[in-house]
């Protein structure tokens, strides 16, 4: 059975750093790019991260939220994703979801690739209060 | 940026009604459309990809279509189990959800 578990949530202070981890299990995690949403109390889901498989570069994109500060990165063989995060704000007080993207191939005058969060984790809790 | 925009924000219905919620993408998104349901303090559940299909394992009586810039979730008879929030959510160009749709206990 396909499962994400994230961990490393915890409470903190503003202007500190926190590293999140996702293991996955049941599937080859090389074989699929990676990803975190967050969801602040009582309000919607904001995609943050996202990390193409290795194949591809493992390449990154970031919400312009969190661009600068946190930074996405896996590590195939111990099949686990990260969500470094510095410089920690109040706002980004919320539950941390990491997200499995199925990949779909699209051919128009040339390849392209898009992706969907199809396996999401139970998520983990990031407090940020002085 | 794509913005989603989802209605209504909240839906009162019974067990057996026929549910519908709708979903404007800011721009064209072709079908890159999926649909998840969100119960409280749980992870969300992908129900819907590529704007109508169905993910393995989720009930057949939710169905989704659409294309371009709207979109529409259909549950065709509300199960208690249904009660939930629902959240569409674009990826053509990154990842971006609708604000959601609480579906309660009329």
């Known amino acids: 059975e396909v499962h994400l578990v994230e961990s490393g949530g915890g409470l903190l202070q503003p202007g500190r750093s926190l590293r999140l981890s996702c293991t996955a299990s049941?599937?080859?995690?090389?074989?699929?790019?990676m990803g975190w949403v967050r969801q602040a109390p009582g309000k919607g889901l904001e995609w943050i991260a996202f990390i193409r498989r290795e194949v591809y570069g493992g390449t990154t994109e970031y919400a312009a939220s969190v661009k600068g500060r946190f930074t996405i990165s896996r590590d195939d063989s111990k099949s686990i994703a990260y969500l470094q995060m510095n410089s920690l704000k109040t706002e980004d007080t919320a539950v941390y979801y990491c997200?499995?993207?199925?990949?779909?191939?699209?051919?128009?005058?040339?390849?392209?690739?898009?992706?969907?969060?199809?396996?999401w984790g139970k998520g983990t809790t990031v407090t940020v209060s002085s | 940026d794509i913005q989603m925009t989802q209605s209504p924000s909240t839906l009162s219905a019974s067990v057996g009604d026929r549910v519908t919620i709708t979903c404007r993408a800011s721009?064209?998104?072709?079908?890159?459309l999926a649909w998840f349901q969100q119960k409280p303090g749980k992870a969300p559940k992908l129900l819907i990809y590529k704007a109508s299909s169905l993910e393995t394992g989720v009930p057949s009586r939710f169905s989704g279509s659409g294309s371009g810039t709207e979109f529409t979730l259909t549950i065709s008879s509300l199960q208690p189990d249904d009660f939930a929030t629902y959240y569409c959510q674009q990826y053509t160009t990154y990842w971006t959800f609708g604000q959601g749709t609480k579906v309660e206990i009329k």
């Open positions: 997200t499995r993207h199925y990949q779909v191939s699209e051919y128009i005058s040339d390849w392209n690739y898009y992706y969907y969060m199809d396996v």
């Open positions: 049941g599937f080859t995690f090389g074989d699929y790019a």
């Open positions: 721009q064209n998104i072709n079908n890159r």
